[in-house]
């Protein structure tokens, strides 16, 4: 079954302590991206992938990192947590045809920092 | 910055009724997209209109794009309990490949 696995679904953490979210596809996609989505904020982008080896911000990148070393995966890295990053995470992928590339979403992760 | 706003923020329907959402955006797109997200999952791609499209039909859904009023709309015809979700538009920007920019959504109540 084609899908976007991210692990874990839930996490509570304390500030300072580093975590990896992790994201893995099986589609086979070129591009990857994480978005966070607060309450009255939507969806806002945090970085994203092209292919391999080629990551890039996106709207609100601070305090976070993320490495393409593989196609088919996509972590995302809080090197030192706070509050301000408690939030739900989805990672997405999509292939390269720019006019019919829907996102594909994983079932997201909650992030609890305390 | 948000691109897409949706409109209305919430909105409470009886099953068999339609459903109209809006969303208005800023800049130029190439296409514009609408997912659903049901309670605290993954979004759903649901739509997609390219911007030299005006109408676009899949199932019980209808979509309309306005490039010269920059507005989107969704319409649900015939709406079910199962409807119940929030609906976010999303925009590809003419530059920039796939930086899709989400709306903050709306939430959709269809009740029994």
């Known amino acids: 079954e084609a899908q976007v696995t991210q692990n874990p679904r839930y996490l509570i953490t304390v500030t300072g302590k580093k975590l990896t979210v992790t994201c893995s596809q099986n589609m086979n996609h070129e591009y990857m991206s994480w978005y966070r989505q607060d309450p009255g904020l939507g969806l806002r982008q945090i970085y994203y992938s092209m292919n391999v080896e080629v990551t890039d911000k996106g709207d609100v990148p601070e305090g976070y990192k993320v490495s393409r070393k593989e196609k088919r995966n996509f972590p995302l890295i809080l090197e030192s947590p706070s509050p301000n990053q408690t939030s739900l995470y989805f990672c997405a992928s999509s292939g390269w045809d720019r006019d019919n590339s829907p996102l594909h979403f994983g079932n997201g992760t909650r992030l609890t920092v305390t | 910055s948000q691109q897409g706003e949706e409109d209305p923020q919430a909105l409470s329907i009886q099953e068999g009724e339609n459903a109209t959402m809006n969303c208005s955006y800023k800049?130029?797109?190439?296409?514009l997209q609408w997912y659903r997200q049901n309670s605290g999952r993954g979004l759903v791609h649901l739509i997609l209109i390219r911007s030299n499209e005006r109408e676009k039909h899949s199932g019980r859904l209808r979509v309309t794009l306005d490039t010269s009023k920059k507005s989107s709309s969704l319409l649900i015809t015939a709406s079910r309990a199962a409807d119940t979700a929030s609906y976010f538009c999303?925009?590809?920007?003419?530059?920039?490949?796939?930086?899709?920019?989400f709306g903050t959504g709306t939430r959709l109540l269809v009740s029994p």
């Open positions: 999303a925009t590809v920007r003419n530059t920039g490949f796939q930086k899709l920019v």
């Open positions: 800049t130029s797109i190439n296409n």
